[in-house]
């Protein structure tokens, strides 16, 4: 009698669990599980978040891929080694929101990941490339460099960062000649000279005013000959921290781009001035109490400014208070501005030290009659003191109905505030309503 043998049907990986797909990845050399991710979309899943995150439970690297964002280089961030697995990644829905690399001292070889994930043409919506302040030079450095951002513009990044400078240095003459990007919308360019060098000037001005900018923020870079060969039609906010850079070197730029909406400038002032009509649609400025004097100055300039924000002149040591009489002299100028309502200063700032801010002469808080909103960061380390007098300066401020408040929780101070001044209609602490007319505090 003939023995039947019923059909088994055969067990393949895409039939196994996910617990049992990751012991096997376990025993699997990172090449070889790369290869086993291509076989279908599930296993690739799996494959991907064994490769990227490891030592993370299985529903939270799940989560991890679905929120999109990737970032490279940080002791708590993923290894640049898990960049192949990204390039071979089909599972991640297409464009990666968030793409950022911080470099370290083994960035050549970083940077050899990032060029080939960047040829692959994934495309990537805010790329990141942060390189660490006073890496040592390498003979391949510039070749690197040059390689990085060759095929930058296949990934069609509409927002692109790049921070820090590196030790590259190019022959006289040289220029980089890799294709301009076209799809940008949001740039930064902070304390990386290298940007704008002699070799990658050309490329960096023609990738701007190729792109439909609206964000563009320039920090402790030289701007001086970048600034006249910018024609950006679609800018609306415009940052520029540069504190060797006088204000006569940026007003020509601002009077050129009438659709700047935001504007911070931390730079250092001269006799310059806006041209009559400059600045149409600005309702946001910022800058220090010398800078927006002179701009205020301006006829017919920015007539429909409704915020101001007073910053001290010093970057790197925002705890320097601005000079008390400049301050003053910048109240004068935003009276003559009926347009302006809301106003941002160093309230507590001016008073941590002593009571020489209450008892300047003559003071002219008494003609802000337009300023309905103050907002004040608030500092840690004031005392009571401190406090009694921030209150004090408030007071002098007669048309203020609503307060808003950075940093800290300051329910008690806002209490003491509203016995001193019951005018007060509504204080906000970090974006927390804490006092209003309809309520107690």
């Known amino acids: 009698m003939a023995q039947v043998y019923r059909r088994v049907d055969s067990v393949t990986l895409n039939d196994l669990p996910n ?23 599930r296993i690739n899943t799996v494959a991907l978040t064994f490769l990227l995150f490891p030592k993370m439970d299985f529903s939270d690297c ?7 964002t990737l970032c490279f280089g940080l002791s708590d961030s993923l290894s640049f080694s898990s960049i192949p697995a990204l390039r071979l990644s089909f599972s991640m829905r297409q464009p990666l929101d968030f793409f950022s690399c911080h470099f370290t001292e083994e960035y050549i070889r970083e940077i050899e990941q990032v060029e080939k994930l960047f040829e692959t043409g994934r495309q990537l919506q805010h790329v990141i490339l942060r390189f660490r302040r006073c890496t040592a030079p390498m003979p391949t450095s510039c070749v690197a460099v040059d390689r990085l951002f060759w095929p930058l513009h296949r990934v069609q990044c509409r927002a692109l960062a790049v921070y820090d400078s590196l030790p590259v240095t190019y022959d006289d003459g040289a220029r980089f000649g890799g294709p301009v990007l076209s799809t940008l919308e949001d740039i930064t360019i902070s304390r990386a000279p290298f940007v704008l060098s002699d070799f990658f000037r ?10 439909t900018l609206t964000v563009v923020i320039l920090e402790c870079v030289d701007i001086r000959a970048l600034l006249p060969s910018l024609t950006l039609p679609f800018l609306r906010k415009f940052t520029v921290r540069c504190p060797d850079l006088p204000l006569s070197h940026v007003t020509p730029f601002l009077s050129r781009h009438p659709t700047i909406q935001s504007l911070i400038l931390r730079i250092s002032f001269d006799d310059a001035e806006l041209a009559p009509g400059s600045l149409p649609k600005v309702d946001d400025l910022s800058s220090t109490a010398e800078c927006l004097s002179r701009l205020l100055s301006s006829p017919d300039s920015m007539q429909h400014l409704r915020s101001i924000t007073c910053y001290n002149a010093n970057i790197s040591v925002p705890s320097i208070v601005p000079e008390a009489n400049a301050v003053q002299t910048l109240f004068q100028s935003i009276a003559l501005r009926t347009s302006i309502t809301d106003l941002n200063i160093p309230l507590m700032n001016l008073n941590i030290e002593s009571d020489a801010w209450l008892n300047i002469n003559p003071r002219f808080e008494h003609l802000l009659t337009a300023i309905t909103q103050l907002r004040i960061d608030l500092s840690p380390a004031a005392d009571a003191e401190v406090r009694r007098r921030t209150i004090d300066s408030v007071v002098l401020f007669s048309k203020v109905k609503t307060l808003i408040l950075w940093r800290g929780e300051w329910d008690g101070f806002a209490r003491q505030l509203r016995q001193t001044c019951p005018r007060i209609e509504r204080i906000v602490s970090n974006m927390r309503d804490i006092l209003s007319r309809s309520g107690p505090l």
Request: net charge negative; glycine share 2%; aromatic share 4%.
């Open 19 to 41: 617990e049992l797909l990751l012991l096997i990845f376990q025993d699997l050399d990172p090449s070889s599980l790369i290869g086993v991710s291509c076989l279908c979309r």
């Open 62 to 68: 799940l989560s991890r891929l679905r929120a999109n």
């Open 202 to 211: 050309e490329w960096t001005i023609s990738s701007m005013n190729s792109s």
